[in-house]
């Protein structure tokens, strides 16, 4: 789906997002807080806006931007200026090819909800954290205040698609946005996962009324 969706999936981004998405992503850099000299993964890096925001906030760092797409990883990678340190991996985000223990810090941008078991990637990303490492994860979720979700259920259930059909093409892939949020574990059982599997310091906050949510967890 990705693949076929790949060359209009930054214009869906700003267009149904109203250009939040910008926002969002500049929340989830400033919680990784990533520093010059050590090495960072995005993972489910699609067109590569979480990598790249990771070298320009920390110049010197190195991103690596995985997603086993490589549509969305050639469009990211147009994007890149030469003096960008990302790098692009096509990978599954169940078996990374990379060693344990050898990122400072990890981040998954609207990519955990799409995973076939999220418990298995999660356990991936601590797997290829340092001890201390941070993991960011930036994901829909439904909003808890009963009027704004109610509004919020109507654009996002009924216009969502149908616009989302007109940019991307795919009806299919515009109705798959609301489907996976829905399906998707709510802020706090997305908490215990993140406990479960051994990161610690678990904490999560609300983004623009609850739209979407940052967890955080950190592994010992
Ligand atoms: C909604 S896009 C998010 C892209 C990007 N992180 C962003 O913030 O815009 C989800 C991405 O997850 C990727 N993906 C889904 N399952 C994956 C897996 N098992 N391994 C690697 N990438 C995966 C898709 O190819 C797609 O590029």
Known sequence: MFDSIAPRYDLF???LSVGIHRLWRADAIDSLAPVPGHRYLDLCAGTLDLARAIATHAPG???VGADFSLPMLERGARKLNHREAVFSVAADALALPVADRVFA???IGFGLRNLVDYTAGLSEMRRVLEPGGRLVVLEFTTPPGKLFRTLYH???????PRAGALISGDPDAARYLP???ADFPDCEALSDMLTNVGFSR???RLLSGGIAALHTGVRE
């Open 61 to 63: 760092a190195i991103a």
């Open 154 to 160: 109507s654009y996002f259930h009924h216009l969502l």
């Open 13 to 15: 981004n700003d267009v």
């Open 202 to 204: 678990v904490r999560y």
């Open 105 to 107: 810090g990890c981040t």
């Open 179 to 181: 489907d996976s949020v």
